[in-house]
């Protein structure tokens, strides 16, 4: 039997209303997505990719339709409740990285485990091998301005991974680097799809849909493919 998808959207709409306009976000999209997924989401300005992900990411709620999180249906939850699943089942990667700047890399990376509630100690070494997974221990006390847009990219992922998320969902995440440190990236999501990470990628670069395993394309608030290379 196969095992259930850990996230499942059943004709999941989004409308917004702007003055006496409608505007049809998403218009009818189902998905299912299952654990070890590499996905990326393209499509043109405006197609919705960033509602989605918005609606994936529970920092918005869909005007319709269903979304199950595992077992959870999210369509159905408090405000309350959201930003429990946010802090415990989701890990978010950024375009423009997200970093407190007052705070050092390892910090940073323990900011999902403050809001858990677990003891200093234990934050500070899960947050200390998380940064030396991605190749940062000897940045520990550095703060986001001492480094690289890379090496904050890496640190924004440490920091997602932190909570041990269900899925992973990237915004753009390498759109604010250069192509090394874009390819430097790429490997590092590279090697969570292979350690069986779930992994969802707005994206407008074809190097990441060229390495991701299913490329959902959206056009018009509908799926225009589904594909798995």
Not at 9 to 34: C, I, N
Not at 81 to 89: A, K, P, Y
Not at 170 to 186: F, H, K, Y
């Amino acid at each position: 039997m196969d095992a259930p998808p850990v996230v499942r959207l059943e004709e999941v709409r989004k409308t917004y209303q702007m003055g006496p306009v409608t505007v049809e976000a998403l218009r009818g999209v189902s998905l299912d997505f299952q654990q070890g997924d590499y996905v990326s989401i393209m499509g043109p300005s405006g197609c919705g990719k960033s509602t989605l992900l918005n609606l994936l990411g529970c920092l918005d709620r869909p005007s319709g339709g269903r979304y199950l999180l595992g077992e959870a249906d999210v369509s159905r939850l408090s405000d309350d409740d959201l930003s429990d699943i946010r802090c415990q089942r989701l890990g978010f990667i950024f375009q423009s990285y997200n970093l407190i700047p007052q705070l050092s890399v390892i910090e940073n990376i323990s900011v999902p485990l403050y809001y858990q509630g677990r003891p200093e100690r234990e934050s500070m070494a899960i947050a200390s091998e998380l940064a030396a997974r991605v190749g940062l221990s000897t940045r520990l006390d550095h703060k986001p301005f001492e480094l690289s847009g890379g090496q904050q990219q890496r640190v924004a992922i440490a920091r997602a991974l932190a909570n041990d998320p269900l899925i992973i969902l990237a915004d753009e995440p390498t759109g604010n680097l250069d192509s090394a440190s874009g390819r430097e990236i790429l490997e590092v999501f590279d090697e969570l799809h292979g350690q069986g990470k779930t992994l969802i990628m707005v994206t407008h670069d074809d190097a990441i849909a060229h390495r991701t395993t299913r490329l959902v394309r959206l056009r018009d608030g509908l799926v225009e493919d589904d594909i798995r290379t």
